[in-house]
């Protein structure tokens, strides 16, 4: 197997300079903003869009009718001012309410329809839904069918999100791939972990690699990709045709600018000092008070500070003192002071 990291398997890809088409969007580039529950709100990806992400897929939302109307289902489902196309993952177990659930959110402005199959979590799995549909792949095939048939009327593609497989011995994720091609499904993101393994161990790609060779639609690349090199690396060994990235970007939304700008030229930006990117950080907690009010937001914002702060000198202090702060103005005054925002500078991240 080749070493992700080795230099020379991380040079720069040729033909990597355009973007990538699904469905009747052309996506501006190949380095995508991962839906992640709880952090990849709308704030969230208004800004990994404007810092250079191509793509950006919304938290999941459930696909449960009776689930709708709650305040944090309708917070998800707020595209509000967000630029197309606008891309919403919904979970479920049921091909009915999946159905349903795929002409509600197009019906309301959603472009295309995410199924998430590599949400790992104990409370999702559960139920059945998340990764565990793995275990499943009959129904798996019919959850794609469904949502397929739904968004047909719409003209919107619909994607599915896995991991590799369920576990060590059940990497089955090249055979579920075959049948959500055959289903319809217009892009595939797999993530190379199992459920078992959660966020813990390295994520392998030769899995993803099989997934490519099985399929003729668009595979995304997910899982530990946290540098230029490391995605460029990581698209030649599996030869996938774009990437994906979750938690390496926490607190560092600019990564997707520089992978991007990585793949595309080959150019190699450098990381922005807290002095240009704190204009940033204030907008995005701006928008994030505006979307969840002044207690839950102040709340929330905690661990995005968290993310910024966490490795610079006295970070860990800081976010200590930050998060016993009770109020938007408290916190955004003790950030300026913290951070000595003095010049307005911003970092030359192309989109």
Known sequence: MSNPADPISSAPLPGLAHGLRLGRHLLPNRVFAAPMAGVTDRPYRRLA????????????????????????????????????PIAVQIVGTDPGQIAEATRYNLERGADIID???????????????????MQDEDLAARL????????????????????????????????????????????????????????????????????????????????????????????????????MIGRAALGRPWLFGQVAAFLQGGVVLPDPAPAQWCDW???????????????????????????????????????RQFNTLGSAAEQLAALRGFLDPDSNQTAPLAA
């Not at 199924?115 to 549909?133: D, F, H, Q």
Request: proline residues 4%; aromatic residues 6%; charged residues 25%.
């Open 49 to 84: 869009r404007q810092l250079g992400a191509g793509y950006c897929v919304s938290e999941m939302v459930t696909s449960r009718a009776d689930l709708r109307d709650t305040l944090k289902t309708s917070r998800r489902a707020n595209h509000d001012g967000e630029a197309a």
């Open 115 to 133: 199924i998430n199959m590599g949400c790992p979590a104990k409370k999702v799995c559960n139920r059945w839904a998340g990764s565990a549909l």
């Open 144 to 243: 794609v069918e469904a949502a397929v048939a739904a968004a047909r009327p719409f003209d919107a593609p619909v994607t599915l999100k896995m991991r590799a497989g369920w576990c060590a011995s059940a990497r089955n994720a090249p055979r579920i791939a075959r049948r959500a091609e055959a289903a319809g499904a217009a892009m595939l993101v797999v993530h190379g972990r199992t459920r078992e393994q959660g966020y813990g161990g390295q994520a392998e790609y030769d899995t993803l690699a099989e997934v490519k060779r099985s399929v003729g639609i668009p595979v995304v690349a997910n899982g530990d990709i946290d540098s230029p090199q490391k995605a460029a690396a990581v698209l030649r060994q599996s030869g996938a045709d774009a990437v």
């Open 281 to 319: 950080l204030f907008v995005h907690l701006d928008d994030h008070y505006a979307l969840y009010g002044q207690a839950i937001g102040v709340r929330t914002a905690r661990k995005h500070v968290g993310w910024y702060v966490a490795s610079l000198p006295g970070g860990d202090a800081f976010r």
